[in-house]
């Protein structure tokens, strides 16, 4: 797994207003949590990490975090555990990063991948995928950015569960083995699944119509609507 470098600097600044400053600056809030030197404020570069981000393809980012203070450039090991985005805008708002030993494993969910086409399916039955991320347990030069699953010879009925998957070497599942992963089911099932859904759906469309006022009737008093953006962060 490719490890990637980013710059940080040490900040004594924390609030709303100063965190408003940083991203006026082209800069974000960060928080660096480490089992020996507990926590520090950062600032890091959005679009740095924006490049970073726009280079990966899973979701466990591991980065040489170097960080600048004034007494030099320490760098350690992190893996980034929380990105803050801007519902509306679409920028960065606040980072989180936890340092990491290369020499202790790292338990984590990865993304699970179905490939190929089950023989099924072209028998006519459905392909549901129950369960999409697995928790793994593995040191972090062993970590993927997913798991492959090869579903081509399940057949109507057939499943797959945790205990059926080979992963890479190195790599442990710490799930619950008999969880099913994949299933093949009959195109009447999915059928009645469907039907179901659409009841459901109806159901709501008409109590929501049933809760609507009436022409010419009063209404109360009308409570405006306040979405709620991540926090500012520290």
């Given at each position: 797994?490719?490890?990637?470098?980013?710059?940080?600097?040490?900040?004594?600044?924390?609030?709303?207003?100063?965190?408003?400053?940083?991203?006026?600056?082209?800069?974000?809030?960060?928080?660096?949590?480490?089992?020996?030197?507990?926590?520090?404020?950062l600032?890091?570069?959005?679009?740095a990490?924006?490049?970073?981000?726009?280079?990966?393809?899973?979701?466990?980012?591991?980065?040489?975090?170097?960080?600048?203070?004034?007494k030099?450039?320490?760098?350690?090991?992190?893996?980034?555990k929380?990105l803050?985005?801007?519902?509306?805008?679409?920028?960065?708002?606040?980072?989180?990063?936890?340092?990491?030993?290369?020499?202790?494993?790292?338990?984590?969910?990865?993304?699970?991948?179905?490939?190929?086409t089950?023989?099924?399916?072209a028998?006519g039955?459905?392909?549901?995928?129950?369960?999409?991320?697995?928790?793994?347990?593995?040191?972090?030069?062993?970590?993927?950015?997913?798991?492959?699953?090869?579903?081509?010879?399940?057949?109507?009925?057939?499943?797959i569960?945790?205990?059926?998957?080979?992963?890479?070497?190195?790599?442990?599942?710490?799930?619950?083995?008999?969880?099913?992963?994949?299933?093949?089911?009959?195109?009447?099932?999915?059928?009645v699944?469907?039907?179901?859904?659409?009841?459901?759906?109806?159901?709501?469309?008409?109590?929501?119509?049933?809760?609507?006022?009436?022409a010419?009737?009063e209404?109360?008093?009308?409570?405006?609507?306040?979405?709620?953006k991540?926090?500012?962060?520290?």
């Amino acid at each position: 797994m490719a490890y990637y470098d980013l710059a940080a600097r040490v900040r004594d600044k924390k609030g709303k207003e100063a965190a408003k400053r940083l991203r006026r600056g082209k800069r974000i809030p960060a928080i660096f949590y480490g089992p020996n030197a507990g926590s520090l404020m950062l600032t890091v570069d959005s679009s740095a990490l924006k490049t970073i981000m726009n280079q990966t393809a899973g979701e466990n980012i591991i980065l040489r975090l170097q960080i600048e203070s004034d007494k030099g450039t320490d760098t350690r090991m992190v893996i980034l555990k929380e990105l803050i985005t801007d519902p509306i805008k679409d920028n960065y708002v606040h980072v989180d990063f936890h340092e990491i030993s290369m020499d202790k494993k790292l338990t984590v969910n990865v993304p699970i991948r179905l490939i190929n086409t089950p023989v099924g399916v072209a028998n006519g039955g459905i392909l549901q995928h129950v369960k999409r991320e697995m928790a793994i347990s593995c040191l972090p030069n062993k970590l993927v950015d997913f798991i492959e699953v090869d579903v081509s010879n399940l057949n109507i009925g057939d499943s797959i569960h945790f205990h059926d998957i080979t992963l890479p070497e190195g790599i442990t599942s710490v799930e619950e083995e008999k969880f099913t992963v994949a299933v093949v089911i009959p195109p009447s099932i999915a059928a009645v699944e469907e039907a179901v859904e659409k009841k459901e759906e109806e159901g709501e469309e008409a109590e929501e119509k049933a809760a609507e006022p009436e022409a010419g009737a009063e209404e109360g008093p009308r409570k405006d609507r306040t979405y709620k953006k991540g926090s500012e962060g520290e």
